[in-house]
């Protein structure tokens, strides 16, 4: 699975969820709006809402761990920053 970070037409910011190698017939890219709820040192926390989740949240928190990588913590996975 791919996640992307994207800027929002609107200005906003959203994330993108895409299945790759072969599960990426599986399901189209799904995509929802990000909404900011913290922010403290080099950790910020947002929510994401709408697309697949519909009314609920789902938690994403963007920090830095201590080896130094950059990562997004979505739900329960963390995925390293590669761009």
Known sequence: MTITIL????GGTRIR????DDMKDLSPAVESDLVPVSQS???TVCAASGGPYGEDYIP??????SNGT???YVSMRATPKTA
């Open 41 to 43: 040192g080099d950790r």
């Open 60 to 65: 994403v928190v963007f920090t830095t761990l």
């Open 7 to 10: 800027q929002a037409d609107d």
């Open 17 to 20: 969820y895409e299945f790759v």
């Open 70 to 72: 950059a990562c997004v």
